[in-house]
């Protein structure tokens, strides 16, 4: 049975759609990501190509659903991520929501989030896509200090992703979002206070702050196995997210999820529908689809992504329905990296008694009462909650 059979749930859940953009300049060291450059491509698959391919799988989706007697549902969300989808330019991402318009339509109100590079934009791209319909960016900056971003083999000019969210503001977008990288080898905890300074300047409502994590088969693991660099310290990282949530909270942002801050009401819908069990189809290369409890996702290769589309089919690699043990436990993982935590009820009354247990070591609380009680992660327990949910469970 195909994936997208998946019945529809009696009280459906959001639904967004994700586009995915394989296309990059150049290939950062640390970066695992379903990304090609131009070398790596070939002449196998053109930006133009990939339009085509991805807007014939937005048709396939819609007419797919359609025939399995599943309920069309608006888009909630839209996020086209990558990669780098500010290499598209304006005029192709404008093709993209179109797309999505045509295959599922866009709810009242809908929040559209276009990941950038800073070094491909400018004020026109910036006017072109707001006219468009986006209404969120979210602009990759990593670090303010040269030599960190020259570790990370990022390419931009340490000022641009300030300058590229000013020209966003500017153009209409209330909501702004920056990506900062922390625990890169090199970087002082003065330069991750000088980004900190710029971010905070920029005015953006949105920060989104990763620990570098060194992935097996990128050249950074490659340098680090060779002695070039040493591997990200545990309890550094630990001590620097603490600095950065200090000066973010006191700026008026505030964390809702392990690695997201935000100013009231600029909180990121679309990922707020993943981590809260939300339906999603995501489309493009290597894009992953949730819908009723069935996941599936789509070949890698571009090339290959596109052959399948051309011949009429919807390019899915595999499939899997999650059982009631997966949903459970991923209602766990993914809701305890959630300020807001989880409802109590979902507890089953061993985990209860392991969260009570947990809840005395400082590192899980419970608040509320009655039907609104639920559990959440302290400050002390945040970084730690994929392994309080392997606690939990037992």
């Not at 920056?178 to 710029?198: K, Q, V």
Request: glycine share 12%.
């Amino acid at each position: 049975m195909s994936a997208a059979a998946a019945a529809a749930p009696a009280d459906p859940a959001p639904f967004g759609v994700y586009l995915h953009v394989p296309f990059c300049a150049a290939r950062c060291g640390y970066c695992d990501f379903n990304t090609y450059t131009p070398g790596e491509l070939g002449d196998a698959t053109s930006p133009a190509s990939y339009l085509d391919a991805i807007l014939g799988e937005l048709d396939f989706a819609a007419a797919d659903l359609a025939r399995r007697g599943i309920p069309p549902r608006p888009a909630e969300t839209v996020f086209v991520g990558g990669g780098t989808p500010s290499l598209l330019g304006a005029a192709a991402l404008a093709r993209l929501l179109e797309g999505v318009r045509g295959a599922f339509g866009l709810a009242p109100g809908a929040e559209v989030t276009t990941e950038a590079n800073p070094e491909s934009t400018d004020p026109a791209f910036f006017e072109g896509i707001r006219a468009a319909g986006f209404t969120r960016v979210s602009l990759g900056m990593q670090s303010a200090a040269p030599h960190v971003l020259a570790t990370l083999g990022r390419r931009h000019r340490p000022g641009r992703p300030v300058a590229a969210a000013a020209e966003a503001r500017a153009a209409g977008f209330e909501h702004v979002n920056l990506d900062l990288i922390y625990g890169t080898p090199g970087e002082s905890m003065a330069d991750l206070d000088a980004s900190l300074d710029a971010v905070l300047a920029a005015g953006v409502d949105h920060v989104s702050a990763y620990s570098l994590i060194v992935e097996e088969g990128t050249a950074m693991a490659r340098r680090v196995r060779r002695g070039e660099l040493p591997m990200p310290d545990d309890d550094d990282l630990a001590e620097r997210h603490a600095r950065i949530d200090a000066r973010l909270v006191d700026a008026g942002l505030s964390w809702y999820e392990v690695s997201n801050w935000a100013a009231p009401g600029g909180r990121c819908r679309h990922n707020l529908l993943y981590w809260r069990d939300g339906d999603w189809w995501g489309a493009g290369p290597g894009a992953h689809s949730h819908l009723g409890g069935r996941r599936f996702h789509n070949v890698k290769h571009p090339a290959r992504y596109a052959a399948l589309v051309s011949a009429g089919r919807l390019p899915l690699a595999g499939e899997e329905l999650l059982t009631e043990e997966d949903r459970h436990v991923e209602a766990l993982m993914l809701g305890l990296r959630l300020a807001e935590g989880i409802p109590a009820a979902r507890l089953r009354p061993a985990e209860r008694a392991r969260a009570e247990a947990i809840a005395g070591r400082g590192l899980l609380e419970f608040t509320g009462a009655g039907a609104d009680r639920r559990l959440r992660v302290t400050d002390a327990g945040r970084l730690l909650a994929d392994g309080l949910v392997l606690d939990l469970l037992g």
